[in-house]
């Protein structure tokens, strides 16, 4: 059985994880050498950035050799994640056996705080691109990177279209497409797609100060490794 991981921890972003987990859940449907779980430090409840909870169904114990790993990301949690020695020991030990190694988001500086995007080409959510490079990576502004084993998708709904890639590398296109056609993934924003001239640069980079802040405060190791 080829086990793809979804990493659950406190705070992340609920669409980061869902939306490819859905994805390559049907993947396992299609294809039942795959399957999906969704792991964490210990068994309960975790709580998102949102009112959602989710519960994972393996702790990192019983997941020693995946075949992937999907990492998620958030804002202010996901920041404090980057000195989680726990979750960054765990990366680095399945990461060295996996086939897959994958972020979505932020989750990308997780990726990168466990050594694993050096010298890699990764993206993540543009209003944090800048810091893939204190991890050794090369940043690259698309909807998704893949640079051998490790694939990295940008901002939150970005995951679905990395994981649709994935499944059609390991699976091929006509899966892809039938995954595709199941989840009805065919996106018609109600305002029209981006126009990324008009992005609001200084908004989100007041919210990313102000998330970089919470998320040091008291943390020189993780203020020492942001360059704050």
Request: overall charge negative.
């Amino acid at each position: 059985m080829k086990t793809i991981a979804f990493v659950l921890y406190p705070g992340l972003t609920p669409l980061d994880l869902v939306g490819p987990l859905q994805v390559l859940s049907n993947l396992g449907f299609l294809r039942p050498e795959f399957e999906t779980v969704v792991v964490a430090e210990h068994p309960g409840v975790v709580q998102s950035d949102s009112t959602l909870r989710i519960e994972p169904d393996r702790t990192f114990d019983e997941v020693p050799e995946p075949f992937g790993i999907v990492v998620p990301g958030g804002l202010v949690p996901t920041l404090r994640a980057l000195t989680d020695e726990t979750l960054l020991g765990w990366l680095r030990r399945v990461s060295s056996g996996a086939d897959v190694v994958g972020s979505v988001c932020t989750g990308a500086l997780i990726l990168g705080a466990a050594g694993l995007l050096d010298g890699r080409r990764a993206t993540t959510h543009w209003a944090f691109l800048d810091l893939l490079e204190v991890f050794g990576a090369v940043p690259v502004s698309q909807r998704w990177v893949a640079d051998g084993p490790v694939f990295t998708a940008a901002g939150v709904s970005a995951g679905i279209d990395a994981a649709l890639h994935l499944a059609a590398t390991l699976a091929g296109e006509d899966v892809a497409r039938q995954i595709q056609f199941g989840i009805e993934y065919d996106p018609h924003p109600p305002l029209g797609p981006l126009n990324w001239d008009d992005a609001p640069r200084q908004e989100w980079a007041a919210a990313r100060a102000r998330a970089v802040a919470a998320a040091t405060d008291g943390d020189s190791e993780l203020a020492r490794r942001l360059g704050v």
